[in-house]
């Protein structure tokens, strides 16, 4: 299975809406808020977080996968220590690995706060697919996107 890097700006911006709708929560816009959630999570789990650019991934090679789907990845190659919010346990990974991780807290947590079955449906099945795919997949390239310590953590987090 391939993580396919989206490079369209236009492609880029359509991703949130497209995964979470245009419903509002909160008084904002579902997607938007589901974008400053992601971002607050990174500050709360990562210490060391301070900003930093995100690649946007979608998964392609799988049977059946969620179309809207996708995952944002920092790009930084170094490794970061991410806390769970679930507990005392802690992880040491790529930052791509923990942007993915706080990721998939984060849709969750917005899944499971809406009404809209049909935008929690979505989110539970790019949960359930990256949580199937994460260790097999590889870049475009052919380069394979999590290391073993990374699978290793992203178990120890995501339970």
Same mark, same amino acid.
């Given at each position: 299975m391939k993580a396919i890097k989206i490079s369209n700006p236009t492609e880029i911006n359509n991703l949130f809406s497209n995964l979470f709708g245009n419903s509002v929560f909160k008084g904002k816009f579902l997607n938007v808020y589901a974008e400053n959630l992601f971002f607050s999570g990174m500050d709360q789990l990562i210490p060391s977080y301070a900003g930093g650019s995100f690649d946007f991934y979608k998964i392609t090679g799988a049977v059946e996968i969620e179309e809207t789907g996708f995952f944002p990845l920092n790009t930084s190659i170094k490794e970061v220590l991410i806390?769970?919010?679930?507990?005392?346990? %802690?992880?040491?990974? %790529?930052? !791509?690995?923990? %942007?993915?991780?706080?990721?998939?807290?984060?849709?969750? !947590?917005?899944?499971?706060s809406i009404d809209d079955e049909d935008i929690q449906e979505k989110i539970y099945c790019t949960i359930q697919d990256v949580k199937h795919c994460y260790p097999n997949l590889f870049y475009e390239d052919g380069k394979k996107l999590f290391s073993q310590n990374d699978a290793d953590g992203f178990r120890k987090i995501i339970h």
């Amino acid at each position: 299975m391939k993580a396919i890097k989206i490079s369209n700006p236009t492609e880029i911006n359509n991703l949130f809406s497209n995964l979470f709708g245009n419903s509002v929560f909160k008084g904002k816009f579902l997607n938007v808020y589901a974008e400053n959630l992601f971002f607050s999570g990174m500050d709360q789990l990562i210490p060391s977080y301070a900003g930093g650019s995100f690649d946007f991934y979608k998964i392609t090679g799988a049977v059946e996968i969620e179309e809207t789907g996708f995952f944002p990845l920092n790009t930084s190659i170094k490794e970061v220590l991410i806390n769970s919010p679930f507990g005392d346990e %802690s992880a040491t990974v %790529s930052f !791509q690995a923990a %942007s993915l991780i706080v990721w998939l807290i984060i849709i969750e !947590q917005v899944a499971n706060s809406i009404d809209d079955e049909d935008i929690q449906e979505k989110i539970y099945c790019t949960i359930q697919d990256v949580k199937h795919c994460y260790p097999n997949l590889f870049y475009e390239d052919g380069k394979k996107l999590f290391s073993q310590n990374d699978a290793d953590g992203f178990r120890k987090i995501i339970h």
